[in-house]
């Protein structure tokens, strides 16, 4: 299905594989946010031009519904509403810009975001990690490695406590793979930030950072 992005932003013509690219995920967002930010400041718009009519019926002498505030919400009480919308839109906008999904392009040779796992007691924990073939052959089945991990201070959580599940996946054309990242914290794994690496076997460029946070364990 062909698409288009018309002037104004809108995202109704956008194809149906944006929705397993991250970063056409947030430009949509952005742009139903955009639409939902006019269509309410045309209400507003729409309320205050009212209201200042009912005043300016009141300042002349007339008696109207508008003027004696009966037909029409209280202006402040509106404005008040209105600028927790803004709020809320602004807040989300900000979380979807800032949002760092972990993928792996296997056909350019690219990585973004990061591997992130966190946990303060000893099991599993666990991430996603994205794999996108975004190129017209199929590249076969791909298997993921992680190096060892390690801390500032050399404490080291070794690679056998990392797996994949599943722990390869087949990448034909235009596809995208969700993986997920385990990793066994052990008892004696002392709390600490471990950094490491995930490889994609087969494609030597490809690399993304992982990072386990094991925090303080509580008494």
Request: hydrophobic share 40%; net charge negative.
């Given at each position: 299905?062909?698409?288009?992005?018309?002037?104004?932003?809108?995202?109704?013509?956008?194809?149906?594989?944006?929705?397993?690219?991250?970063?056409?995920?947030?430009?949509?967002?952005?742009?139903?946010?955009?639409?939902?930010?006019?269509?309410?400041?045309?209400?507003?718009?729409?309320?205050?031009?009212?209201?200042?009519?009912?005043?300016?019926?009141?300042?002349?002498?007339?008696?109207?519904?508008?003027?004696?505030?009966?037909?029409?919400?209280?202006?402040g009480r509106m404005m008040a509403s209105w600028q927790q919308l803004m709020g809320q839109l602004g807040?989300?906008?900000?979380?979807?810009?800032?949002?760092?999904?972990?993928?792996?392009?296997?056909?350019?040779?690219?990585?973004?975001?990061?591997?992130?796992?966190?946990?303060?007691?000893?099991?599993?924990?666990?991430?996603?990690?994205?794999?996108?073939?975004?190129?017209?052959?199929?590249?076969?089945?791909?298997?993921?490695?992680?190096?060892?991990?390690?801390?500032?201070?050399?404490?080291?959580?070794?690679?056998?406590?990392?797996?994949?599940?599943?722990?390869?996946?087949?990448?034909?054309?235009?596809?995208?793979?969700?993986?997920?990242?385990?990793?066994?914290?052990?008892?004696?794994?002392?709390?600490?930030?471990?950094?490491?690496?995930?490889?994609?076997?087969?494609?030597?460029?490809?690399?993304?950072?992982?990072?386990?946070?094991?925090?303080?364990?509580?008494?």
């Amino acid at each position: 299905m062909a698409g288009r992005t018309d002037d104004d932003g809108s995202i109704s013509d956008l194809p149906w594989a944006s929705v397993f690219d991250p970063a056409a995920n947030v430009r949509a967002l952005s742009a139903i946010q955009a639409r939902g930010l006019r269509a309410a400041t045309d209400v507003v718009d729409r309320f205050v031009r009212i209201t200042g009519r009912g005043f300016a019926m009141k300042n002349s002498g007339e008696e109207s519904d508008s003027a004696n505030g009966s037909a029409y919400p209280e202006l402040g009480r509106m404005m008040a509403s209105w600028q927790q919308l803004m709020g809320q839109l602004g807040q989300t906008v900000v979380g979807a810009a800032t949002s760092s999904e972990a993928t792996l392009d296997l056909v350019n040779s690219a990585a973004t975001g990061e591997a992130y796992l966190e946990t303060a007691e000893p099991g599993i924990t666990a991430a996603e990690v994205w794999l996108h073939n975004r190129g017209a052959d199929d590249l076969g089945t791909v298997r993921l490695r992680c190096s060892d991990l390690l801390a500032h201070d050399g404490a080291l959580i070794p690679a056998s406590c990392i797996r994949f599940e599943p722990d390869a996946v087949p990448m034909p054309a235009r596809c995208s793979r969700g993986i997920t990242v385990e990793a066994s914290v052990l008892q004696e794994h002392s709390p600490g930030r471990y950094r490491g690496t995930v490889l994609a076997d087969g494609h030597a460029d490809v690399w993304l950072p992982v990072v386990l946070n094991i925090k303080p364990r509580s008494s």
